[in-house]
């Protein structure tokens, strides 16, 4: 890490990206259900897409965390923070729900639920509408949820960081640092997680922002993590302490999702 980057973290966040386009290629194969489905799914896919399911949308908050703390860094205050990003969120955000996505939901309806009319009489006269078509609703951003829910996670820490003095902050900050240092990095945050598991063991996450909210306590977890990674950089001492014995238990931990 120099003084500005920390270019593990640029490639983490690269791979992690990367983790989710395949991911999606991957969901084309397996038996559950998405908009578009091969004719004969292959069992054997789902093996490697449930390797990544407990953790790959918690990696892109936590690197999101820590990339929005270094750009807070480099803006200096909460209000340049919450304009910036709201507009390289937002913009994309309302760019794509109105022109990129509108031909998944499209697909969805004429592949899996028979919707009689073309793209261009859906997108002019149903995508806008404000409504569910046997039961998608309209319009929607389907997989860009995580723009919403990063874009609520930076607002939540931009009014933190107006209404908070930095005093406070920065005790907070070495108070979780302290509880984080060596193996603490790997068992706070799997504790933290299995206490929501526990709380609320039959949510399903709806990517609705509003009804949604033991998935929020989980990403933000991860969010505050990456977050912290950024403003306590010594926690990456304890990463490297623990990094080695948390892949084998990460390994042990699959082997029965694998089996059944």
Same mark, same amino acid.
């Given at each position: 890490?120099? %003084?500005?980057?920390?270019?593990?973290?640029?490639?983490?966040?690269?791979?992690?990206?990367?983790?989710? +386009?395949?991911?999606?290629? #991957?969901?084309?194969? &397996?038996?559950?259900?998405?908009?578009?489905?091969?004719?004969?799914?292959?069992? /054997?896919?789902?093996? $490697?897409?449930?390797?990544?399911?407990?953790?790959?949308? @918690?990696?892109?908050?936590?690197?999101?965390?820590?990339?929005?703390?270094?750009?807070?860094?480099?803006?200096? #205050?909460?209000?340049?923070? @919450?304009?910036?990003?709201?507009?390289?969120?937002?913009?994309?955000?309302?760019?794509? &729900?109105?022109?990129? +996505?509108? $031909?998944?939901?499209?697909?969805?309806?004429?592949?899996?639920? #028979?919707?009689?009319? !073309?793209?261009?009489?859906?997108?002019?006269?149903?995508?806008?509408?404000?409504?569910?078509? !046997?039961?998608?609703?309209?319009? =929607?951003?389907?997989?860009?949820?995580?723009? *919403?829910?990063? /874009?609520?996670? =930076?607002?939540?820490?931009?009014? &933190?960081?107006?209404?908070?003095?930095? =005093?406070?902050?920065?005790?907070?900050? !070495?108070?979780?640092?302290?509880?984080?240092?060596?193996?603490? *990095?790997?068992? &706070?945050?799997?504790?933290? /997680? +299995?206490?929501?598991?526990?709380?609320?063991?039959?949510?399903?996450?709806?990517?609705?922002?509003?009804?949604?909210?033991? %998935?929020?306590?989980?990403?933000?977890?991860?969010?505050?993590?990456?977050?912290?990674?950024? *403003?306590?950089?010594?926690?990456?001492?304890?990463?490297?302490?623990?990094?080695?014995?948390?892949?084998?238990?990460?390994? +042990?931990?699959?082997?029965?999702?694998?089996?059944?």
């Amino acid at each position: 890490m120099n %003084s500005t980057r920390h270019y593990g973290m640029d490639w983490l966040r690269i791979a992690a990206f990367a983790l989710l +386009i395949l991911y999606h290629i #991957g969901m084309y194969f &397996v038996p559950w259900g998405w908009h578009v489905k091969i004719a004969e799914p292959l069992d /054997w896919v789902a093996i $490697p897409m449930l390797a990544t399911n407990g953790w790959r949308l @918690a990696l892109l908050f936590l690197v999101s965390g820590y990339a929005s703390a270094a750009l807070f860094a480099k803006l200096g #205050g909460s209000g340049a923070f @919450a304009r910036s990003r709201s507009a390289r969120l937002l913009i994309p955000l309302f760019f794509a &729900v109105a022109v990129i +996505i509108p $031909p998944q939901p499209w697909i969805d309806l004429k592949g899996q639920h #028979g919707y009689p009319h !073309d793209f261009l009489h859906f997108w002019l006269r149903d995508y806008f509408g404000f409504q569910f078509i !046997d039961g998608i609703a309209l319009p =929607t951003w389907q997989h860009l949820w995580f723009v *919403v829910y990063l /874009w609520a996670y =930076t607002m939540l820490a931009a009014l &933190v960081i107006a209404v908070v003095p930095g =005093t406070a902050r920065a005790r907070v900050a !070495d108070a979780a640092a302290r509880l984080l240092h060596r193996w603490g *990095v790997l068992a &706070v945050p799997m504790l933290l /997680w +299995i206490a929501i598991y526990v709380a609320f063991p039959d949510h399903d996450e709806t990517h609705a922002l509003f009804d949604d909210g033991p %998935s929020h306590l989980h990403y933000l977890v991860a969010f505050a993590a990456g977050w912290l990674l950024r *403003v306590r950089p010594q926690l990456f001492a304890a990463v490297a302490h623990c990094w080695k014995p948390a892949a084998v238990l990460a390994v +042990i931990a699959f082997v029965p999702i694998a089996w059944v």
